[in-house]
């Protein structure tokens, strides 16, 4: 593994997203116009709306990045660009954790803009403050970066890979306590919202949300999260074969 | 998917990562030990810069390659020619490391390909693009050479030997189809590597740049790289010392082109390879 060789892949994915104009403008975008349609969506309803605003900031960089990671690794696969780098003398997470880097650098800054229009446009109050929110918007995006990455070794076409958002997101999406309270849902629900990370996302804002400190309990959940993407990674990294 | 059926994936899945983990580390200590090895010696031993050895390979219980011996000595330019669907692209991509063997080994100037050591000493150019469309020529080449280790320098002087100096800042999705398969071509020229493995490098080219590619492959065997190029146009065996006439997953003759056409009393290459196969293709 080499610093120089991550630090040249990111950059290298960032250029080609600089070339793309209009990706780049739909990742910045789009989340902020979504979430200011929300709220008027909830207007009569602003106690509703303070409380998913804060779990949406920490939702949409998961969603979108697991997305564009895995239809540009599964390109990468399929115009043979990574068969021409496992003949060179790199590591396989060289690759893997170029593009984590790259796409956690994306998601900062669209969770900045995202996080300035919900917290300074919209006035949702967030007892935490902006750091944490900004933290943990960041390390969902690099748990959505890493699924991307992973599951694009099981695709074998882009439509395939797009039908992995609501495979492999939305049941997560549905149990992790956005639209019901975990408490309330069925057992086995439950037991299945326990093991998949983007629980642990969306209950760390939730904690940013209503607790002034940063709490124990947002410190587990932020290590899960980032457990959950680390371990995504190594096994994007195993699926990428040398040989076949 | 049945209940044994993700135990049995999950397990392997297991099991490939705990043997890919101590295979990390093994490589990183074996890669740091060969570089110290090859630093202390005074002249690199004198392998032949290909040798493979009773290579078998099978895709699907299909046999794709059998029984392929050869050896391709440093220094000169060795033309694989064939058909296509010959094997021709499994032979090069069993040389350079990205396929899984049936049998038999595959060294790279005496190291086994498919290690670290090994991918450092060879550039190759697959037989698709194989490039980013998204970035200009000159990020591409770039990339790839901090990837081999390369500098910048090194990167635009690849630029300005495949001829492409005046769309260095281009975007490669605007460029020709002859223009892009020189992109791949650049970067696999990087460095010179002391062995350059081309997979059909002149296929959609123009007569004239196909001239001046040949001369520029001539130009780096006078310098010491050694080349297998593939191609399934017969006549451009001229431009070989040596070449491996491959049918139907068999190696069918090395040879010299004279000694091949004095062989089997032709005065072509095409013809030669006609007759070996018994007149009929």
Redesign the interface.
């Known amino acids: 593994m080499s610093p ?2 991550i630090i ?2 990111a ?2 994915v960032l ?2 997203l600089h ?2 104009r209009r990706t780049l403008a739909l990742i910045l975008v789009v989340p902020p116009v979504l979430i200011t349609i929300l709220k008027y969506v909830f207007e009569d309803q602003e106690q509703l709306f303070s409380g998913l605003a804060p779990m949406i900031l920490g939702i949409f960089p998961l969603v979108i990045m697991f997305l564009v990671t895995s239809i540009a690794t599964l390109r990468e696969r399929s ?3 990574l ?9 396989k ?2 690759f893997v954790f170029g593009y984590a880097l790259a796409f956690s650098a994306l998601a900062f800054l669209q969770a900045c803009i995202a996080s300035l229009v919900v917290l300074g446009l919209l006035d949702v109050t967030v007892l935490g403050g902006t750091l944490p929110v900004l933290v943990t918007a960041v390390l969902s995006a690099f748990l959505g970066t890493t699924l991307g990455l992973f599951v694009s070794a099981f695709a074998t076409s882009e439509f395939q890979a797009v039908q992995f958002m609501p495979a492999i997101i939305m049941p997560q999406l549905l149990t992790c306590g956005l639209f019901v309270a975990r408490e309330h849902m069925a057992a086995p629900l439950q037991w299945f919202a326990n093991v998949m990370p983007l629980t642990y996302s969306v209950d760390a804002m939730k904690e940013v949300t209503l607790r002034a400190a940063w709490t124990g309990r947002l410190t587990r959940d932020l290590l899960v999260v980032v457990g959950f993407g680390v371990a995504a990674l ?2 994007g ?2 699926t990428i074969r ?3 | 998917m049945t209940g044994s059926d993700l135990f049995i994936t999950a397990y392997a ?1 297991i099991y ?2 705990s043997t ?1 983990v101590p295979k ?1 580390i093994l ?1 990183i200590f074996s ?1 740091w030990a060969m570089r110290r090895i090859m630093a202390g010696m005074q002249h690199p031993q004198e392998s032949p810069a290909i040798q493979v050895t009773d290579l078998r390979v099978t895709l699907g219980g299909q046999p794709i390659l059998q029984d392929i011996t050869f050896d391709v000595p440093a220094g000169s330019i060795t033309g694989l020619l064939g058909p296509n669907g010959a094997g021709k692209t499994t032979l090069i991509r069993s040389i ?5 063997l049936g049998g038999g080994a595959v060294s790279i100037f005496g190291m086994p390909t ?1 290690t ?1 050591a090994a ?2 000493l ?1 550039g ?1 150019m ?1 037989q ?8 200009t020529v000159r ?1 591409n080449v770039r ?2 050479a ?4 390369r500098s910048k320098q090194q990167a635009d002087d690849v630029i300005t030997e495949v001829e492409l100096n005046e769309k260095a800042d281009t ?1 490669v999705n605007s460029l020709s189809g002859g223009q892009k398969s020189r992109v791949s071509l650049a ?1 696999a020229l990087l460095g010179h590597p002391k062995l350059l493995v081309l997979d059909e490098p002149t296929v959609g080219l123009d007569p004239v740049l196909r001239k001046r590619l040949w001369q520029l492959f001539e130009a780096l065997a006078a310098k010491g790289s050694t080349l297998l190029v593939s191609s399934h146009v017969m006549d451009e065996a001229d431009h070989c010392q040596n070449l491996l006439l491959v049918r139907g997953g068999k190696l069918l003759a090395h040879d010299t082109p004279a000694a091949l056409m004095e062989r089997t009393h032709t005065d072509s290459v095409e013809d030669s390879f006609i007759q070996l196969v018994g007149g009929k293709l």
Do not use: C, E
């Open positions: 120089r060789k040249a892949t950059g290298r250029n080609q070339h793309d115009t043979g660009t068969d021409r780098l496992m003949t060179m003398p790199i590591s997470l060289d190594v096994l990294a195993v040398r040989q076949d | 899945l490939r990562i890919w990390q490589h890669s350079v490391g990205r396929q899984r498919a670290p991918r450092r060879m190759y697959t698709g693009l194989s490039v980013y469309g998204d970035l990020q990339y790839f901090a990837m081999t280790g975007l970067i």
